[in-house]
């Protein structure tokens, strides 16, 4: 890799590498300045790190390389070093911004954790300090406003942005694209489509290949032959962003200017508008789709429900939308409603419906058909460990899939007193795997370029001079326990020396490092291990 490229993002040295190069005298194996320095005078940074480069290279007269190549690797390992530190510094950097984002947004409450609420939280968070630093306030705010105590309560910056490394295994966008949703699940009801915008490209119900026109058209019918509001939405936003009705009150003309004016270069799905089942409904006047949010976690090719809850549109709303003080009701297992929902981002709670029906006792038609099918479509897409379902029931009381998302927001569950990984000990077991086991930072120094791991290193390449290799037994004062594939490849080495504390050989850890080279293995290593 050329030294140009290794220096990417290290734009102080980048700049004055070539002031530096005429100051830079190598004399008898140790960098010195030259006299003059009226034009430029190295940082005392800069110095200060000359000693530490020459103890790390050795003596620099039995390396036999000559003054450029080792000057250049100087600035190399330099721009090595300020670049890992960076991408160390920016790994939970997007975790952070997303807890701070949350209690910007939300109305956080009044009241503190017991003493010993506090100790739970701190004593469950610690073993992942290495990788992530838990802000206590995140299970404060859930505890207060569920009523319910959690010390696992995790932030929706830590479970989005990071466990996405568990949840987050799909590779095709089809799975959440809305006009897709039939070709996974063609036995699963869902609302009448009257066309798909695909690729700048129109399809009627069939998948057969329309013009715009007939589009249009056939939109038309059926607003005003056949008396059926429609929705327009884009086939891959969540949470009603984008979307937009055409209904039948609306003169003909002004929904005909709205359908014509649809961005070619988006993809649409346009389908008749549903009415809830009376028992999913809000009341008389409120005309936006109640669903209910079902997440789902598949754990060992096994799916469960690990929360349900209702999102409760109120008077005014065409979308339910959360963001816009929608109502959301913890569902109970039986389909029965808990006594009060919630407006998460007010912090309100309410017992009632604004025409004074109260939530407790209300139970939902066909939620265990609902249940059923949710699973049975969680099954089916295995690729996919975490699922936000929205899912409703029709006047005719048949389960309808509105819509699925890879994940959802962990803020929902919890703040009605649920957890997104089941509980404390599903949730442990997570991060142990996701904050111990596989977190890393990308780490180098002057010779080396490795992974440090909450307790031990991993080598993965060696980028020093030397042709005599000593692999340390110990980096940032830990065990060196690991060589990657590859490590040395293209140094043609003489000899290299592992350490007992290595236990684990990558396949070709030692693959190109040298025609000849000399590997000295530890005992425990046996020779099969290369």
């Not at 320095?37 to 530490?52: G, Q, W």
């Not at 996974?184 to 695909?198: R, W």
């Not at 003309?253 to 359908?259: F, G, H, R």
Request: with cysteine; hydrophobic share 35%.
């Amino acid at each position: 890799m050329e030294g140009a490229d290794i220096m990417k993002g290290f734009d102080e040295i980048q700049q004055k590498l070539d002031e530096v190069k005429n100051l830079v005298a190598l004399q008898k194996g140790s960098i010195t300045r030259i006299e003059n320095t009226d034009k430029f005078r190295l940082t005392a940074k800069f110095e200060s790190l000359v000693p530490e480069y020459l103890a790390s290279v050795g003596d620099v007269e039995t390396l036999q390389i000559n003054d450029v190549l080792l000057e250049k690797h100087m600035f190399e390992r330099l721009a090595a070093k300020k670049n890992a530190e960076k991408k160390a510094n920016e790994l939970m950097a997007p975790v952070y911004a997303r807890e701070r984002y949350f209690f910007s947004r939300h109305s956080c409450p009044e009241g503190k954790l017991t003493p010993q609420q506090l100790e739970e939280v701190s004593g469950f968070w610690a073993p992942y300090s290495f990788a992530y630093k838990n802000n206590p306030e995140t299970q404060r705010v859930f505890s207060i406003v569920s009523g319910k105590f959690d010390p696992s309560y995790i932030s929706f910056g830590l479970h989005y942005h990071y466990l996405k490394k568990f949840w987050n295994t799909h590779k095709v966008t089809f799975m959440s694209d809305k006009n897709d949703i039939g070709i996974l699940f063609p036995d699963v009801k869902a609302p009448k489509t009257i066309f798909h915008l695909i690729g700048g490209a129109y399809y009627d119900e069939s998948r057969n290949v329309i013009t715009r026109d007939d589009a249009v058209a056939k939109c038309l019918a059926e607003i005003y032959e056949k008396g059926n509001d429609l929705v327009l939405k884009p086939s891959r936003e969540g949470e009603g962003r984008g979307i937009v009705f055409l209904r039948k009150e609306i003169p003909c003309e002004d929904n005909e200017k709205i359908l014509n004016k649809i961005a070619e270069d988006r993809d649409y799905i346009c389908q008749r508008a549903v009415r809830n089942h009376e028992s999913w409904s809000s009341y008389p006047g409120c005309n936006a789709l109640n669903v209910a949010r079902i997440n789902t976690m598949n754990f060992n090719g096994k799916p469960k429900i690990m929360s349900s809850y209702m999102k409760i549109a109120v008077k005014g709303m065409d979308i339910v939308n959360v963001a816009l003080g929608a109502l959301c009701l913890r569902i109970m297992d039986d389909g029965c409603f808990d006594k009060r929902a919630l407006d998460f981002y007010a912090g309100v709670w309410y017992d009632k419906l604004p025409n004074g029906e109260e939530f407790a006792g209300r139970k939902l038609h066909n939620y265990d058909k609902v249940k059923e099918t949710v699973l049975m479509m969680a099954n089916r897409v295995p690729e996919l460990k975490a699922i936000a379902w929205d899912i409703t029931v029709d006047e005719d009381g048949d389960v309808l899939i509105i819509e699925l998302n890879p994940s959802g927001g962990a803020e929902g569950p919890q703040l009605l007193g649920m957890h997104p990984y089941g509980g404390k000990e599903k949730m442990k077991e997570i991060l142990d795997e996701y904050l111990i086991k596989r977190f890393y930072y990308e780490r180098s120094d002057w010779e080396w370029d490795y992974w440090e791991f909450k307790n031990t290193i991993s080598i993965h390449k060696y980028e020093g001079l030397k042709k005599v290799v000593q692999i340390p037994e110990r980096l940032r004062g830990k065990e060196v326990t690991a060589i990657h594939s590859r490590a040395f490849v293209g140094k043609n080495l003489k000899k290299i020396v592992v350490p007992d504390s290595v236990n684990v050989l990558r396949g070709e850890a030692f693959t190109g490092c040298g025609r000849d080279c000399e590997i000295v293995l530890p005992q425990s290593q046996a020779p099969s291990a290369l």
